[in-house]
């Protein structure tokens, strides 16, 4: 009990969303650049099952996950197809992010089209690590007015990356800067926080209407103290929940939330309601 004899409260909310998971595959959790993740202890040495990560859901209160596919230049690594079985089996606990091979625009633009306009799914994600190119680059032009046409958002990283590829590609300003002056009416969500540009997040969020930022694979006790302040105040309608996994299972993000100080509207902004706003769930 607190000092006002009210019952303390629970980190456990179960309406959460969680804006950014994996159900990884074999040949995912096989890629060289996951070495350092496994260095830290943040990565599974294998896929785990699906039982496994609804239980991990089920212990957190989430009562739903965005499920990522996920294409790199050595193709896929894990394919809309399988992301959409899981979802198709467990269609109140899944929603499908999308994924497009850059090298091919048209073939990008027909998968958008197909698995969010047919098949349901709630967003495109598109890492720029795993390309090396950054997201201002003219290979990403078509895969925004797809999702521009389609009313969902374009999800990607921001900041450094902990797998052993080039940073450069996250950095928010000049590369998401531009997009954004050119597609004005593109939805855009920054997952992994932005560090170490922080100050170059903020400003872009707050410049903005459509541009939102993730906490995935971030322990929220270890949110840059910039990003908590803005979830508190101005920004309470800009902050969604992740956890990232299976790097980090949500139950290990959300030990931290009570630190970040959240009054009630901006706790249930940042668990669920903005998720559900931003992809329509």
């Known amino acids: 009990m607190n000092e006002l004899n009210e019952p303390a409260r629970s980190p456990v909310d179960t309406a959460t969303i969680d804006a950014w998971m994996q159900q990884p595959t074999e040949r995912f959790m096989r890629q060289r650049w996951l070495e350092s993740l496994r260095r830290w202890g943040t990565a599974p040495d294998t896929a785990p099952a699906l039982e496994a990560t609804l239980a991990a859901m089920d212990e957190a209160g989430v009562a739903k996950g ?10 896929s690594l894990i394919s809309n197809e399988e992301v959409a079985e899981i979802v198709e089996a467990h269609p109140g606990r899944f929603s499908g992010i999308a994924t497009v091979d850059l090298t091919d625009p048209m073939g990008a633009v027909r998968d958008i089209r197909h ?15 795993l390309w ?59 997952g992994h926080v932005g560090y170490p540009w922080m100050a170059e997040v903020l400003s872009l969020a707050r410049k903005y209407p459509g541009f939102h930022v993730d906490t995935s694979a971030y322990a929220l006790h270890r949110l840059p103290p910039e990003l908590a302040e803005f979830a508190r105040g101005g920004g309470r309608g800009k902050v969604l929940f992740g956890s990232n996994y299976p790097m980090l299972t949500p139950a290990a993000c959300l030990e931290g939330l009570p630190s970040l100080g959240l009054d009630d509207e ?8 903005n998720a559900r706003r931003v992809f329509g769930v």
């Open 132 to 190: 090396n190119l950054p997201p201002n680059d003219r290979r990403y032009y078509p895969v925004y007015v797809a999702c521009v046409e389609l009313g969902v958002p374009f999800c990607t990283q921001i900041g450094h990356t902990g797998p052993l590829c080039p940073s450069e590609p996250g950095r928010p300003i000049p590369y998401l800067d531009e997009v954004l002056l050119d597609f004005p009416e593109l939805t855009v969500v920054g």
């Open 266 to 273: 901006a706790r249930a902004l940042f668990l669920h309601g």
């Open 66 to 75: 965005l499920l990522s596919a996920w294409h790199g230049p050595t193709g």
């Open 115 to 129: 698995w969010v306009g047919e098949r349901g799914f709630v967003g495109v994600r598109v890492m720029p690590w």
